[in-house]
């Protein structure tokens, strides 16, 4: 496969001066460098078509196991060091101040005929911003979301777009029915696209900091 790595955010804006994934108020950065877990036994489910070609890959890309190791976390590509970002927010109607990343982790951005994409997995891991969280998914939440995101590309909403779907081998341990009896689900990891992944929450954690410096430089790159 031919992927054209850009990384213009990653290489742009401050990086977490701390090697550590552990989950922690991050400061004076834009993002944390952090690697996916590696699945037990990945499978592809889908790929959307449509998704994929727009981005270059062929059909012949799409069912190697080059495909499959870079959009399960198994591989990262030379040159690429996976993230996950930082920002702030409001929950419930209350400012939880910083949010971040919990389960996603952009894995590298890439240009397609002057385009530019980031690509993200969620439900790869922890990161520093996963708080009590495992940082991963489940099948059944991200066969909703894949579906989703493409429902409302095709009602004309601007949202994310879903690259692929794969089964991660894993199993993950989850309260199905929020009543405290937990058991175990199947894994699952979905790529998402999309032109940036950039929030009104990464402007608002450094505005809530007085950090102008970052904001400045978060603004410009915008």
Known sequence: MNIKITNTFSNTLPADKINSNTPRQVVEAAFSFVNPVKPK????????????HSLGFTSADITSKEFLNIFSGTTILKDTKPYAMAYAGHQFGN???QL?????IVLFEATYNEIKTMFQLKGAGKTPYSRNGDGLAVLRSSIREY???EA??????????SLSLILSGDHVLRDILYNGNQDFEKGAIVCR????????GNFELFASRNDTKNLKLLTDYT
């Open 41 to 52: 036994n990945p499978i592809l489910i889908h790929a959307s078509n449509e998704v994929t």
């Open 95 to 97: 400012w939880a101040g």
């Open 100 to 104: 971040g990343d919990g389960r996603a």
């Open 147 to 149: 579906l989703c995101s």
């Open 152 to 161: 409302m590309h095709n009602l004309g909403i601007p949202t994310t777009r």
């Open 193 to 200: 696209t999309a032109p940036s992944f950039i929030r009104f």
